[in-house]
């Protein structure tokens, strides 16, 4: 089966930057996605590593090391607007990349304070 | 263009009640997803479609759900009879096709047994 590990809760100020790891077990892994999920709506998609390394999309990037079965995702400048619930998801596959799932993390719920 | 659609929102039912909630993915979205997330939690997949075909439907609890999707565009997914534990968010998601990274979630709908 999958399993994923992030943490529960995160607190960081306004401005600040805040890392949030994820490490997985997983067959037939073929990248980590991360998605944003506020109170009552609906979680939304904000990167996809499937390769080792760093990739930013604004303030947002996320680092994947596939030796290691380890990602992060990293938010800089933090805003007030950013305090959501964040999975981490493993995508996989039994055979090629046109079957696979996404298993998702029980994901960390991150507060914004002033 | 428009996101993908649900309804009902929110749904109360007793237990032993059926109950049927209703998807609309985004237009030309061949792959799509039912996910159930417990509060709390990350979102567990129930069921995926490719077009009007269910491929992976290995964690739905075929005893008491079923699901259709007949002309490959809008889906269903039916509980009956319905348990105190599936109180639930039930949440569809679209995307273009398998292979694609980003999926499309819709608001969900929020069912609570009584």
């Known amino acids: 089966g999958q399993s994923l590990e992030q943490p529960s809760e995160v607190t960081a100020v306004e401005g600040a930057i805040v890392q949030i790891n994820c490490t997985y077990q997983t067959s037939g892994f073929y990248g980590l996605s991360w998605y944003q999920q506020h109170d009552g709506g609906a979680p939304t998609f904000l990167s996809y590593n499937a390769l080792d390394g760093l990739e930013e999309t604004g303030r947002f990037s996320s680092f994947l090391s596939r030796s290691d079965s380890y990602g992060y995702l990293l938010l800089q400048e933090l805003q007030m607007k950013d305090s959501a619930s964040y999975f981490c998801a493993v995508r996989f596959g039994a055979s090629g990349a046109g079957s696979y799932q996404l298993t998702f993390g029980k994901g960390t719920k991150l507060s914004v304070i002033p | 263009e428009a996101g993908v659609v649900q309804s009902p929102r929110y749904k109360i039912i007793e237990k032993k009640q059926p109950v049927a909630f209703w998807c609309n993915p985004i237009s030309g979205h061949n792959t799509l997803y039912w996910y159930r997330q417990n509060l709390g939690q990350g979102p567990e997949l129930l069921i995926r479609?490719?077009?009007?075909?269910?491929?992976?439907d290995s964690q739905l609890p075929k005893d008491r759900f079923s699901a259709e999707r007949l002309k490959g565009v809008d889906s269903t997914l039916k509980i009956q009879p319905a348990e105190l534990g599936d109180s639930a968010v039930y949440l569809c998601?679209?995307?273009?096709?398998?292979?694609?990274?980003?999926?499309?979630f819709g608001p969900g709908t929020r069912l609570t047994v009584l």
């Open positions: 998601a679209s995307t273009a096709g398998p292979t694609y990274n980003e999926q499309f």
């Open positions: 479609y490719e077009n009007e075909e269910a491929v992976d």
